[in-house]
């Protein structure tokens, strides 16, 4: 059995250039390192949105048996930036938790304040067992609701910006 499909890139994905390639990565150090560069060489500002392309969890010598990806994991290192990682199949998006805290305040506010994620047809979006908490990863059509709903919510924070900046000129 042979299953062959392509994965267009999903458009939050090419709508900004904050995106760094993580494929070469052959631990989670590694990958960590390699955002943590990218964040200083690119003078991101705190709160900025950071997308992550190509992480494999499946090849890395530091993740032996440590299960599916959790935002804690990424929140140990990067607490001021809101991270989106695709994996390398695109099937998954992982979160840290300040990413997973700005989709969820607004999906309340502009979309549904009784959405719920485990309605998702043909996906999952996946949840602590002894908490039922969403551990920031986001598997198949969830992937793809959440790579929508963040490209919405960066729209969105990129004209509050401009319009900010406009009045700011406005009164100088």
Do not use: C
């Not at 062959?4 to 890139?9: E, K, Q, R, T, Y």
């Not at 904050?18 to 390192?33: G, K, W």
């Not at 440590?66 to 930036?81: S, V």
């Amino acid at each position: 059995f042979i299953d062959s499909h392509a994965h267009l890139l999903m458009p939050e994905t090419v709508a900004h250039n904050n995106m760094l390639d993580v494929s070469s990565a052959q631990s989670f150090r590694q990958m960590v390192t390699l955002i943590q560069q990218h964040i200083e060489t690119q003078g991101l500002a705190k709160d900025a949105w950071i997308t992550v392309m190509g992480y494999d969890e499946h090849k890395w010598y530091d993740w032996y048996k440590k299960g599916e990806p959790r935002k804690q994991d990424l929140d140990k290192h990067f607490r001021e930036h809101k991270l989106v990682l695709y994996r390398t199949d695109f099937h998954s998006v992982w979160l840290n938790s300040l990413a997973l805290q700005s989709i969820e305040t607004f999906v309340r506010a502009e979309d549904d304040a009784a959405f719920d994620w485990s309605a998702i047809k043909g996906g999952r979006a996946v949840r602590d067992v002894s908490t039922a908490e969403l551990t920031g990863l986001f598997v198949d059509t969830a992937a793809t609701l959440v790579s929508d709903i963040v490209g919405r919510r960066r729209r969105n924070e990129a004209i509050a910006a401009e319009q900010r900046y406009a009045h700011y000129k406005q009164h100088v």
